[in-house]
């Protein structure tokens, strides 16, 4: 987790921002949101809404009463009660990359599907990050698990390998219902666990500007069990939203307050996320271009959005168009984090791992973004002004043309630099090696790999949880 | 220059900065700095400053009375008006690299020493970079070149392959004076000059707390002659300065007023910039760490300090320490150049084509940073909010579930983003070509080169200039 002590950065001015939030709500009365959920519509309906077919027509003072009830910060808890991490304020929580169906081989220069491998070494790295906070969501596909109780074995490493904060499934009630109970093995009962919230999912919009059935009808079971909703517009300019960026907003914002509203109905103080997973498209090509200043731009005004709100907000990672971890995966990467961190993100899934959009996870570039990662939390992490540290009597101690190198005041504070896990000082020295910081993320990896230990679990849970995995029903 | 609209990001609290000036005031009246030109100790003692051997104590009222006289902001004057630029308020001014004796030889993979023929290239690279506002400085040292005529011959190539803004000597009185008689070749004039600052200068200070003679000299017929004037202070943590940020900055703060006091004494109003070029040391092996977090940090305190003095700030750059053009390079310099622009840095010296902190130039890498200032330049460029942007109606007109490929508002404003460079936003293809975004860059580079074309230049000042630098004394 980061925190910092400084302001975010406010993009856009008050005024603008108060006219994408009227767009937002004229869109919601104007047009509507399609709900696939008959109970969903039910709800919606109950509390005022006009509802025609599979449309719901949302009047400004509903969702504005709702998204009122809804907590500006909440506290996400973790089996190891260290690793609970505060959602909202002046804090960004990371996660890592989610949802990619590929592993880029760095040895071989060749992408491969991903396996149930791959997802426990991932979660490994996830556990052995300083700055990772979150384990347990969709690290990477593992296309070799059975669907019925792929979402069980990844919490099943998760919980295994880390003690850090884990996600549930959004793949339908039944999964959500099960990712429930395995948490409540987990935390001592499923009460517990709605007491203190230690689930958080990820609910996509389909845009524009409606919500599919498997994921409305996991999002309800969370809410209903007050587990934190990471409510996500997924737009792209020009294709499933305006071509502008200010306009995508607009639909955006709608959409996640759809989503807030219906979340605050089912339980008033569910705890939910105002977040973005949009892109823009560069549409020479049709490609995405998530490595893009504007997709950066909007990430930044769904901060601020969220702020106007009173609620926390998603977005960013690291993230990059580039499919190897070259140079453009460093800038790329590099922008999209540190500018949402400066503008006061405050949880960030895909922190970590991807190259290619999201299409490929890449070992070594979960290591390059655990350092930038780093570098982040270190630029945000306030310095230290006070007397000792101001120095003003070893500056005139030493005097013009002195030497610090000898001084106490030097030894006493010189651990304080942080160190770089792969970045490299050295000079460059005539004959030597010149070696790409990726080749050294690739073996840092390996030995990662080969000595991580998993924190200690109670082997009754370890047990149960076996035994509640293999009693998931095929169907 | 990349303009914003958005108001800077203040890093410190404003008491912690406050700290720090007290902190610079008391350094200046206790210690006091060395002035190695006894014109210099003179102005001062003058003007009411304690002067010891070479050491002068400068009296706070002193100081603040003369930061008060400078400039905020100050326009630049380039050859061609157009390409004139304002130092200081909400613009980032770029200049490229500057000092680097070596050159890194992408296809040898080997670091050679530079030459004039270097010079030349990287100075049609300033001039072909839409991102780039200043020529003229020594964007890396031509070695062949004698040091009589070299600032000369620099000078030459940039008025003949560039019509952007100029930079002049800081070696020495006589140097100095020389691009001032230059300069009036090009500009009609040396008194036309004197009224439209046309060179700007960088004075390093030689910390702690001094000014050598050939910088202090330079600085002072520039301030004379109402040139604009880079301070910049240049510390080392842990050597040239305390190794705490907070004593670095108390130390660099009162470096820095010292010079702008002996500026503005000169001459009031003398266009001055608040300016730092320190840097971080890795004490565990003396190597500089300027691609650091740690390093970034001051920067932003720098840029906030100016803004408290009334001062436009000079920092950052696209920083590294890596000796490649690698993924480090990428996150290193995206991270510097990105947060100096967010935090309000005004002229950003170093923009482009650095490697291995200030030692090295790379072609590829300048191509790359080229890319990097674009990305910084679109994120800080204002969104556009307006009832056509925020297209509330092509929302509702197209519904939920439809597609805004074809619409009319798409064709509209799709040109409007940026087309990068040299990034890529291609997919993975099974047996493509995964070719690093250093490669493109390599290839970019050339062919720029080979098409470069000079702006038009005035036959008979180019003949002008030439008889004059013919006419320098070898001593």
Redesign the interface.
Known sequence: MISR???P?????EE?LE??HL?AL??LE?????FFSREARDILKKAGAKVEG??VYLPRELVMEQVAQAPSEFTLHARNPENNVVVGGYNTVHAPGYGSP?VMDYVQ???RSADYKDYVAFTKLTGNSGNLDVAGGVVVEPNDIPDYIRHAKMFQAAVKHTDKCLMGSSMGAKKAQESLEMAGIIFGGVDKVRKNPALISLINT?S???FDPRMLESMMVYAHNNQPVLFSALTMT??????????AL??QT?EILSGVTLAQLINPGTPVVFGSASS?V????G???I????S??MFS?IAQLARFYGLPSRGGGSLT???????????????VL??CV?CGINFMLHSAGLL??Y??MSYEKFI?DD??LG??R??ASP????E?????D???K????????A?E??FK??K?????I???????A?GGD?V???QR?HEYCKAVLQDYRNPSLDENIEDELNKYIENIPTE
């Open positions: 002590e400084f302001k950065l406010d993009y856009l001015k603008e006219q994408i767009g004229a869109a104007g047009d509507g949101v399609e599979e449309n590929y220069n060749k992408r389909n524009p500007l409606q020009g294709t499933t939203s305006p071509v502008t960026l200010a306009g607009v639909q709608a823009v560069d549409l020479r090509t490609d995405l271009a490595g893009s200043p504007e950066t731009k005004v168009d580039s499919i190897i971890p070259d140079v453009q995966s460093g800038y790329e990467s590099m922008m540190m500018n400066v290619e959009n299409m490929t390059i350092e930038i570098m982040a270190d630029f310095m230290s002004v006070n000792d540290t101001l120095a003003v070893t500056i005139i030493h005097g013009s043309g002195g030497n610090y190198i001084d005041h030097t504070h010189m304080e630099m942080r160190i770089p792969i970045s490299s000082r050295e000079r460059y005539a010149l790409d910081a990726a993320a």
